[in-house]
T-cell receptor
Framework: GQQVMQIPQYQHVQEGEDFTTYCNSS?????IQWYKQRPGGHPVFLIQ?????EVKKQKRLTFQFGEAKKNSSLHITATQTTDVGTYFC???????????FGSGTKLNVKP | DAGVIQSPRHEVTEMGQEVTLRCKPI?????LFWYRQTMMRGLELLIY????????DSGMPEDRFSAKMPNASFSTLKIQPSEPRDSAVYFC???????????FGPGTRLTVL
């Protein structure tokens, strides 16, 4: 079955440092979505990427979808304490629409 | 819109008891998803519905789990009998399309003693 893995599992950074999480799927994804879950909260949608090689930006966040549509990354520039939370990638396997969430990367930002 | 509504927010029960979790999706959303989140297994899709019809229930752990969607505005996830290993946060989510943005409810934190 499909697996969607994320690395790293945990990341501790000093406020102002950059942060990147990587998402890798064992099969091609028709699209990739990113969600953020604050401690004690629920996942909240951030963005969706559809095209091979697509890059999207939201303020300090940059999202990329790999050329082969099997990997993706989220990069945060100059982290802030408000960035604390767990970041999940998610997507449906090509030819099937069942949604798979990645294992998540938990980000902690020290002030 | 109030977003996805789940009840109860917290549930503590004893092993062997029946547990029913409830969800009201966002009006107009044709898809409803049930997830379970634990530290060990992460966020797992249990089952999802399209227009009240179950599409994929392959994530339902065992026969003790069942889910229904009697109408477009209500769904239940039932565990009978409950076991301590069922302790987790259960999320309901809804979306307009099968592969589009999902809107999550606040979750139900279930503890089975």
């Amino acid at each position: 079955g499909q697996q969607v893995m994320q690395i790293p599992q945990y990341q501790h950074v000093q406020e102002g440092e950059d942060f990147t999480t990587y998402c890798n799927s064992s099969t091609t994804l028709s699209n990739i979505q990113w969600y953020k879950q604050r401690p004690g909260g629920h996942p909240v949608f951030l963005i969706q990427l559809v095209k091979s090689g697509e890059v999207k930006k939201q303020k300090r966040l940059t999202f990329q979808f790999g050329e082969a549509k099997k990997n993706s990354s989220l990069h945060i520039t100059a982290t802030q304490t408000t960035d604390v939370g767990t970041y999940f990638c998610a997507g449906p396997q090509n030819n099937f629409n069942k949604f798979y969430f990645g294992s998540g990367t938990k980000l902690n930002v020290k002030p | 819109d109030a977003g996805v509504i789940q009840s109860p927010r917290h549930e503590v029960t004893e092993m062997g008891q029946e547990v029913t979790l409830r969800c009201k999706p966002i009006s107009g959303h044709d898809y409803l998803f049930w997830y379970r989140q634990t530290m060990m297994r992460g966020l797992e899709l249990l089952i999802y519905f399209n227009n009240n019809v179950p599409i994929d229930d392959s994530g339902m752990p065992e026969d003790r789990f069942s889910a229904k969607m009697p109408n477009a505005s209500f769904s239940t996830l039932k565990i009978q009998p409950s076991e301590p290993r069922d302790s987790a946060v259960y999320f309901c989510a809804s979306s307009l399309t099968e592969t589009g943005e999902q809107f999550f409810g606040p979750g139900t934190r279930l503890t089975v003693l």
